[in-house]
């Protein structure tokens, strides 16, 4: 399984910027995995950022980005996108687009992020 981020990108504070992961791979059925956002800035622990689930796309967001980030997906067109607006420079770090099947460890998956850089 293959995912790929991108949309990835220097903007100004208070900008905007959609993130996209496309997942693919043999055997994958992308409508069965929650798909999750994390990101990580220089020196500081991964964050989870947003989260939509399989089934009835239950959102989750972490508190600093509520009001700000959208996540959505459609099942049938795959991928899951991350929509920023109001950016600030905090907002600064790799984004990371995971796949994993409920509580899985081997059905748990990466990509190989993209960076975001928001300047003052």
């Known amino acids: 399984v293959q995912l790929v981020e991108s949309g990835g990108g220097l903007v100004e504070s208070g900008g905007s910027l959609r993130l996209s992961c496309s997942a693919s791979?043999?055997?994958?059925?992308?409508?069965?995995?929650?798909m999750t956002w994390y990101r990580q800035a220089p020196g500081k622990e991964l964050e989870l950022v947003a989260r939509?689930?399989?089934?009835?796309?239950?959102?989750l967001y972490a508190d600093s980005v509520k009001g700000r980030f959208t996540v959505s997906r459609n099942n049938a067109v795959n991928p899951v996108y991350l929509q920023m607006n109001g950016l600030n420079p905090e907002d600064t770090a790799v984004y990371l687009c995971?796949?994993?099947?409920?509580?899985?460890?081997?059905?748990?998956?990466w990509g190989q992020g993209t960076q975001v850089t928001v300047s003052s």
């Open positions: 939509i689930t399989s089934g009835q796309s239950r959102t």
């Open positions: 995971n796949a994993r099947w409920g509580a899985s460890d081997a059905l748990n998956y």
């Open positions: 791979g043999s055997g994958f059925t992308f409508s069965a995995y929650d």
